[in-house]
């Protein structure tokens, strides 16, 4: 079973940028799908980039564009790239694993279809 620590959360500028990582123990990322999420206060958890298991990455339409995912298989770490970043980005960001089933190949947009979350990282974009 893979342990995921995200990193790399704090408070910036609006229009300002971050990369969060999220570092695997346990099993090596190769064997996953993975996934970005985020949440903030009083709303849906919600999709923002996912990678699978032969490195395609596909994102969601809202953040197209700005966000960036990357997998490093020698340091075990998936990252997330955000650009431009807006106040409304606030939220504690997640990554999420799953594997082996068939959607290591199709990837997932739903939170349900990851059984290997992070505790999260939290950013705070001011205005």
């Known amino acids: 079973q893979v342990a995921l620590v995200e990193s790399g959360g704090g408070l910036v500028q609006a229009g300002g940028s971050l990369r969060l990582s999220c570092v695997a123990s346990?099993?090596?990322?190769?064997?996953?799908?993975m996934a970005w999420f985020r949440q903030a206060p009083g709303k849906d958890r919600e999709f923002l980039a996912g990678v699978t298991w032969s490195n395609r990455t596909y994102y969601a339409d809202s953040n197209k564009g700005r966000f960036t995912t990357s997998r490093d298989y020698a340091k075990n770490t998936l990252y997330l790239r955000m650009n431009s970043l807006k106040p409304e980005d606030t939220a504690l960001y997640s990554c999420a694993a799953t594997g082996p089933t068939s959607l290591l190949y199709s990837g997932s947009f739903n939170s349900y279809d990851y059984p290997y979350w992070g505790p999260g990282t939290q950013v705070t974009v001011s205005s």
């Open positions: 346990g099993r090596t990322l190769s064997e996953y799908a």
